[in-house]
């Protein structure tokens, strides 16, 4: 209904610039052909120029409306929002799935967006639920990453842990290990949690 609603406010804006235009395009007769075809070139730069601003902001409320749906079936954080799968799958495969939904797997930046993951968690799946986190030591093994490429800050992890060498270079919050790191192989299969940045 709204996307409707947003194409409609589209078409209105669409024909109130044209008509603005057409009230406020100068009177005076060009003096040449070539002063025509540089007004008509200029004017059509600025009519793609204000279609091009209209379709950005209609961008950006569908993926606002978007956010607020997942925010609604998850659950909000300060400035993130948390979203459960409950179905188990390869981390490769649970990392293509938060993506395609417009987010990363969850990545706690600190002692307290982990409390908050593993609290959810708990609520979601139950209080022995394993899930992938959206860090991996694939690239150099013992020097774990995020889904940017950065090195992690914040770590959690259940010591020894990560001791899993290059057998296990994923990372999973352990709720019978009360939220606690273990490293695992990337091959098994887990539920997930997909994060998503919200203002």
Known sequence: ???RDGCLLLGVLLLLTHNSYQQN??????NTKKDSDTQASAALEDLQQQIDDI?????????QQALQTVCLRGTKIPGKCFLVDTVKKRYH???EDCIAKGGI????????ENTQLYDYVRQSIGPDAEIW????????EGVWKDQ????????????PQPNG????????????????????????ERASVCEFNIV
Request: glycine share 8%; with cysteine; net charge positive.
């Open 93 to 95: 495969t649970a990392n």
């Open 133 to 140: 986190l959206g860090i991996n030591d694939m690239q150099t």
């Open 55 to 63: 379709v950005k902001e209609l961008n950006l409320l569908k993926e």
């Open 165 to 188: 060498g290059s057998a296990k270079n994923c990372a999973i919050l352990s709720g019978a290990s009360g939220g606690k790191w273990l490293d695992d192989s990337c091959r098994e």
């Open 148 to 159: 940017t490429g950065s090195n992690i800050r914040y770590k959690n992890w259940k010591l």
């Open 1 to 3: 209904m709204r996307l």
């Open 25 to 30: 395009a100068p009177k005076k007769k060009p």
């Open 105 to 112: 797997l969850s990545t706690p930046l600190s002692s307290d």
